[in-house]
């Protein structure tokens, strides 16, 4: 907590004494604040760990200085600057490294150090180590001695900022050289500050040094020490300095009760903090409103609230006037018993006597009330809320708000609810705009849950740095799904990459922007999504790969087609056959003859067995345009996969299409296999090549299909006889003439035709 000094108007210099405030008011174990203090600044979670409010007669010496001195301004001056001097050297001194440089600037800045001047820097320094070395040099260079006032403000700030050797050697070193008298105050401080760096065993030891030191204790130590102890859960270490402290002869006040009775009940110990409320009362001294407050608390979080009742009506009786933290500690305790009606009327009686309702209410009211169903009370409360301008401690009872009223189907009341946010300028994140559009998705209310995707996209909410609460995959997901089954894949594309840059990868998404995409035909757009998706490790769906195919089928790009092809076979999808066929289809008709070979070829591969009707095809055009060794590759894979393939169409049309160079090289090919292939499509190659005047290579293959055992009606054999002798082929053309003698001879009984089917 800061320590406040108030200034005053300006008036001659003359020596004064600065407060410091030691400790801070001390707060109930409960999620309200202490009486006197703003209603609306304490957390309700922290309050617990603070205390309670000291007791003004034994408060601690800074809080009671500070009372008795305030900030005594420079000397009276005739024209004021608009700065000042000690602002000018508090600003030079945050921007600058503490250097000679420095020093020799603020030396020419100030003709002459005063105590005053030295007091508000170091109250105004923004950084500690800052305010220590102006302490230390001010001095050093003898521009100031000191007192007493300054020497407090540096261990204030050295122990706000856990520089707790510094404050010590200044207490027990510097001041007793300098010739201070130390007092209780200066320990309080240190012992205040080791408690709040979470040091008791420090803390504890300075106050012992007291007593080593000659330093009186009162029960202004007592009663910080006090705290400190049970702040950490000591509460037998505070019992025995409570009694410690009575065989001392020093006698408790009311506010040594009311921190030990705090301290018990944090550490959960009720009977005890009962036991030391009696002796309270026993020793004469009469609870507060603190006490009170303090002891419903205790009550309420070990669920008596039988017990709490009682003491609230108690103190009625009594006329000590419940404040607000008396009714919402009340309020609390009802609904931690469930008693949600009790509570509500607590709530209305608090109200009729004037009382309003704080920030830490409204923090206890609505999670309960959400939490009972009461979406009713919960709608107005919030209004109410609204109404005043009082926002929660706690922003996320909002998200709570926001999924109970959409779970009680009221999204009017959770667009209500964000708004309410926006008007008490609570920064809406993501996942609030998430809830909604959600239960707008699953009311199916498309239209309001795009327009909010609209806000978070216009306002780049989701890129927020400050955001913490992002949107969840149940909200994203349905409305990309949405807009891309409706031609807005583009502002889906928008929401997701934003989405992208928080770190979310959801294949859903992913898969769904591309099926919208290539619904939409863009699928250039759709692969580019797939790209990321394969950068980030990211599993693509079949469905989406096959839309995108077809996509880019119906905009005539069948070679985009065929890449989107080989990337859903990387990513270990199998195509279904359909897929195949409108590929190679579309590659056939667009002149990619060898394109579409290869896929046929991995159609092959994967097992896929159907379009044979649209394989020969292929098989034909690679023929005829030369490309005999890759239709032979694919004829051999087809046969090894055990597929037909009709040879004798194939040498038939390239026979009479005087392709005879791709029709002997088959017929080579279906030899060498043994394949069986009927004599007229011998012939018709035959044939072919005769007329072409290719002999040599008719020779050749003839040869060839007589040693297979063939059996030809070619009656063409003496044309190639003599077309041999008249190119001086002679020797080839006497042993043709004796292989068909001895031929006729050994099969002059045998028939037919020897077919040329190959099935495997």
Same mark, same amino acid.
């Given at each position: 907590?800061?320590?406040?000094?108030?200034?005053?108007?300006?008036?001659?210099?003359?020596?004064?004494?600065?407060?410091?405030?030691?400790?801070?008011?001390?707060?109930?174990?409960?999620?309200?604040?202490?009486?006197?203090?703003?209603?609306?600044?304490?957390?309700?979670?922290?309050?617990?760990?603070?205390?309670p409010?000291? #007791?003004?007669?034994?408060?601690?010496?800074?809080?009671?200085?500070?009372?008795?001195?305030?900030?005594?301004?420079?000397a009276?001056?005739?024209?004021?600057?608009?700065?000042?001097?000690?602002?000018?050297?508090?600003?030079?001194?945050?921007?600058?490294?503490?250097?000679?440089?420095?020093?020799?600037?603020?030396?020419?800045?100030?003709?002459?150090?005063?105590?005053?001047?030295?007091?508000?820097?170091?109250?105004?320094?923004?950084?500690?180590?800052?305010?220590?070395?102006?302490?230390?040099?001010?001095?050093?260079?003898?521009?100031?001695?000191?007192?007493?006032?300054?020497h407090?403000k540096?261990?204030?700030?050295?122990?706000?900022?856990?520089?707790?050797?510094?404050?010590?050697?200044?207490?027990?070193?510097?001041?007793?050289?300098?010739?201070?008298?130390l007092?209780?105050?200066?320990?309080?401080?240190?012992?205040?500050?080791?408690?709040?760096?979470?040091?008791?065993?420090?803390?504890?030891?300075?106050?012992?040094?007291m007593?080593?030191?000659?330093?009186?204790?009162?029960?202004?130590?007592?009663?910080?020490?006090?705290?400190?102890?049970?702040?950490?859960?000591r509460?037998?270490?505070?019992?025995?300095?409570?009694?410690?402290m009575l065989?001392?002869?020093?006698?408790?006040?009311?506010?040594?009760?009311?921190?030990?009775?705090?301290?018990?009940?944090l550490?959960?110990?009720?009977?005890?903090?009962?036991?030391?409320?009696?002796?309270?009362?026993?020793?004469?001294?009469?609870?507060?409103?603190?006490?009170?407050?303090?002891?419903?608390?205790?009550?309420?979080?070990?669920?008596?609230?039988?017990?709490?009742?009682?003491?609230?009506?108690?103190?009625?009786?009594?006329?000590?006037?419940?404040?607000?933290?008396?009714?919402?500690?009340?309020?609390?305790?009802?609904?931690?018993?469930?008693?949600?009606?009790?509570?509500?009327?607590?709530?209305?009686?608090?109200?009729?006597?004037?009382?309003?309702?704080?920030?830490?209410?409204?923090?206890?009211?609505?999670? =309960?009330?959400?939490?009972?169903?009461?979406?009713?009370?919960?709608?107005?409360?919030?209004?109410?809320?609204?109404?005043?301008?009082?926002?929660p401690?706690?922003n996320s009872?909002?998200?709570?708000?926001?999924?109970?009223?959409?779970?009680a189907?009221?999204?009017?009341?959770?667009?209500?609810?964000?708004?309410?946010?926006?008007?008490?300028?609570?920064?809406?994140?993501a996942?609030?705009?998430?809830?909604?559009?959600?239960n707008?998705?699953?009311?199916?209310?498309?239209?309001?849950?795009?327009k909010?995707?609209?806000?978070?996209?216009?306002n #780049?909410?989701?890129?927020?740095?400050?955001?913490?609460?992002e949107?969840?995959?149940?909200?994203?997901?349905?409305?990309?799904?949405? *807009?891309?089954s409706?031609?807005?894949?583009?502002?889906?594309?928008?929401?997701?990459?934003?989405?992208?840059?928080?770190?979310?990868?959801?294949?859903?998404?992913?898969?769904?922007?591309?099926?919208?995409?290539?619904?939409?035909?863009?699928?250039?757009?759709?692969?580019?999504?797939?790209?990321?998706?394969?950068?980030?490790?990211?599993?693509?769906?079949?469905?989406?790969?096959?839309? *995108?195919?077809e996509?880019?089928?119906?905009?005539?790009?069948?070679?985009?087609a065929?890449?989107?092809? =080989?990337?859903m076979?990387?990513?270990?999808?199998?195509?279904?056959?359909?897929?195949?066929?409108?590929?190679?289809?579309?590659l056939?008709?667009?002149?990619?003859?060898?394109?579409a070979?290869?896929?046929?070829?991995s159609?092959?591969?994967?097992?896929?067995?159907?379009?044979?009707?649209?394989?020969?095809?292929?098989?034909?055009?690679?023929?005829?345009?030369g490309?005999?060794?890759?239709?032979?590759?694919?004829?051999?894979?087809?046969?090894?996969?055990?597929?037909?393939?009709?040879?004798?169409?194939?040498?038939?049309?390239?026979?009479?299409?005087?392709?005879?160079i791709a029709?002997?090289?088959?017929?080579?090919?279906?030899?060498?296999?043994?394949?069986?292939i009927?004599?007229?499509?011998?012939?018709?190659?035959?044939?072919?090549?005769?007329?072409?005047?290719?002999?040599?290579?008719?020779?050749?293959?003839?040869?060839?299909?007589?040693?297979?055992?063939?059996?030809?009606?070619?009656?063409?054999?003496?044309?190639?006889?003599?077309?041999?002798?008249?190119?001086?082929?002679?020797?080839?053309? #006497?042993?043709?003439?004796?292989?068909?003698?001895?031929?006729?001879?050994?099969?002059?009984?045998?028939?037919?035709?020897?077919?040329?089917?190959?099935?495997?």
């Amino acid at each position: 907590m800061g320590y406040h000094i108030a200034f005053s108007k300006p008036f001659q210099l003359k020596p004064r004494v600065c407060q410091i405030s030691l400790t801070p008011y001390l707060h109930f174990c409960t999620s309200i604040p202490a009486p006197g203090e703003d209603p609306i600044s304490p957390n309700p979670e922290t309050t617990a760990s603070q205390g309670p409010k000291p #007791d003004p007669k034994t408060e601690t010496p800074n809080v009671a200085q500070e009372k008795q001195y305030q900030r005594i301004p420079r000397a009276k001056q005739q024209h004021r600057s608009p700065e000042k001097l000690e602002d000018i050297i508090c600003r030079m001194m945050a921007n600058r490294d503490w250097t000679t440089r420095l020093q020799n600037s603020i030396r020419a800045l100030v003709p002459e150090f005063d105590h005053s001047l030295v007091y508000n820097v170091l109250h105004g320094a923004r950084k500690p180590d800052h305010a220590l070395q102006f302490f230390r040099w001010v001095e050093r260079a003898g521009l100031i001695q000191h007192d007493r006032e300054t020497h407090m403000k540096i261990i204030q700030i050295l122990g706000r900022y856990s520089m707790l050797n510094h404050a010590r050697c200044i207490v027990l070193e510097d001041m007793p050289k300098k010739g201070f008298e130390l007092d209780e105050d200066m320990f309080v401080l240190l012992i205040d500050s080791y408690g709040k760096a979470g040091l008791v065993q420090e803390s504890v030891k300075m106050f012992s040094k007291m007593k080593e030191l000659g330093v009186e204790r009162s029960v202004k130590s007592y009663n910080a020490l006090f705290k400190v102890i049970v702040r950490k859960g000591r509460y037998m270490m505070a019992k025995r300095f409570f009694n410690k402290m009575l065989d001392e002869g020093i006698g408790p006040t009311r506010h040594t009760y009311n921190v030990l009775i705090w301290g018990f009940f944090l550490s959960m110990r009720l009977r005890t903090a009962v036991r030391f409320y009696e002796d309270m009362k026993v020793r004469g001294i009469s609870p507060d409103v603190v006490t009170y407050n303090t002891m419903i608390n205790g009550y309420y979080r070990h669920k008596r609230m039988e017990e709490a009742e009682k003491l609230f009506a108690e103190m009625k009786a009594k006329d000590i006037a419940p404040t607000v933290i008396s009714y919402t500690t009340m309020i609390k305790g009802y609904f931690a018993v469930d008693r949600i009606n009790d509570g509500l009327r607590l709530l209305e009686e608090m109200k009729s006597v004037g009382i309003k309702p704080n920030n830490v209410t409204y923090t206890t009211l609505l999670p =309960d009330l959400c939490d009972a169903g009461k979406m009713t009370e919960a709608k107005d409360i919030l209004k109410e809320m609204v109404r005043r301008r009082i926002a929660p401690k706690d922003n996320s009872i909002f998200l709570k708000l926001l999924n109970s009223q959409c779970k009680a189907g009221d999204l009017k009341a959770a667009v209500d609810v964000l708004d309410g946010m926006i008007k008490l300028s609570i920064p809406s994140e993501a996942g609030h705009y998430g809830v909604l559009i959600e239960n707008f998705c699953k009311a199916e209310e498309y239209d309001q849950a795009v327009k909010f995707v609209d806000k978070l996209i216009e306002n #780049d909410i989701i890129l927020r740095p400050q955001s913490t609460l992002e949107m969840e995959s149940g909200a994203y997901n349905p409305v990309i799904q949405y *807009l891309c089954s409706h031609g807005q894949t583009g502002k889906a594309e928008i929401l997701f990459r934003q989405l992208l840059k928080k770190g979310v990868e959801d294949p859903l998404a992913f898969n769904n922007l591309i099926c919208g995409h290539a619904k939409e035909g863009t699928p250039d757009s759709a692969f580019e999504i797939l790209k990321i998706m394969g950068r980030k490790g990211i599993p693509r769906d079949a469905d989406a790969y096959r839309l *995108l195919i077809e996509s880019y089928l119906r905009k005539g790009e069948p070679a985009d087609a065929k890449t989107a092809l =080989d990337s859903m076979i990387e990513d270990g999808h199998l195509p279904d056959s359909s897929v195949f066929r409108s590929v190679m289809e579309s590659l056939y008709e667009d002149g990619r003859v060898q394109t579409a070979s290869r896929v046929m070829k991995s159609m092959v591969e994967k097992g896929v067995k159907e379009n044979m009707d649209l394989v020969a095809k292929i098989l034909e055009a690679l023929l005829m345009r030369g490309h005999e060794e890759e239709a032979l590759g694919r004829i051999d894979l087809l046969m090894s996969s055990q597929c037909n393939v009709n040879f004798d169409s194939l040498l038939s049309i390239l026979s009479e299409k005087g392709k005879t160079i791709a029709a002997l090289k088959l017929l080579d090919f279906g030899l060498q296999r043994d394949c069986d292939i009927d004599f007229k499509s011998y012939d018709k190659v035959l044939d072919a090549l005769l007329a072409a005047g290719k002999t040599l290579n008719a020779y050749s293959i003839l040869c060839k299909i007589m040693e297979k055992g063939g059996v030809t009606s070619w009656r063409s054999y003496e044309d190639l006889i003599k077309s041999l002798n008249q190119e001086g082929n002679t020797k080839q053309a #006497d042993i043709l003439s004796r292989m068909i003698k001895g031929d006729d001879k050994s099969h002059e009984n045998k028939k037919g035709k020897k077919k040329a089917s190959v099935a495997a």
